[in-house]
């Protein structure tokens, strides 16, 4: 199992650490600071030592590394992994504005269904089965979820159950979430949040979210 220490510092951005499995063009370290793709969040960018990373992906409580083809990396090599803070302060920031847009929506429409979520470093989106347009509730969402970005919450982000690796995070303005992202400390970090309104076919409705840069 990897320890994931980007839930332990989320704001670090080298890590040395070891290889412990390699097969072929895919590593496993005994450490963490690079995020594999998962709950829509986008995979970091990085490299371990001199070599780019090309895809990470989780499976079960390991997370592979793809890295180039001829790559020397052997069990038991030492490694420095950095990781693109930009992006990843990007992603993280993204990601809670779309936490905060969901617990919102479900709030305002008791028993929506989120059908699908993405976040990546420019954008968010979330989708919802709806068969009417969200378009009437976009300025009173939007006027609460910077409410809650003004407020500069601290964000607590924790172990529900650390064996099964289930995390949480919580603010004051709404309930206690589950999330094994990576979080911001404060709210205030996110910036202004622009939502608007995107027609993905009869039924479903996305909302894209955008942060102030």
Known sequence: MTHKAFWDAP?????????????GDVVQVAATIFYAESGGQ????????????????????AIHYTLPAGHDLQPGDAVTMQIDWPRRHALMRLHFAAEIVLELVCAALPGVVKVGAHIAADKARIDFLLDTPV??????????????VIADYAIESAFSDEAGE???????ALARVPCGGTHLRHTGEIGSIALKRKNVGKG???????VAA
Do not use: C, H, M
Not at 15 to 23: D, M, S
Not at 42 to 48: I, L, V
Not at 204 to 210: D, G, L, Q, V, Y
């Open 11 to 23: 704001y670090r951005t080298e890590l040395a650490t070891t290889i412990t499995a390699v097969n």
């Open 42 to 61: 986008e995979s970091d960018a990085g490299q371990f030592n001199q070599w780019p990373v090309l895809a990470a992906r989780k499976d079960g409580k």
């Open 135 to 148: 378009t009437p509730l976009l300025p009173a969402l939007t006027e609460q979820a910077n409410a809650i």
């Open 166 to 172: 289930r995390r949480y995070w919580q603010i004051p």
């Open 204 to 210: 479903k409705e996305r909302i894209e979210i955008t």
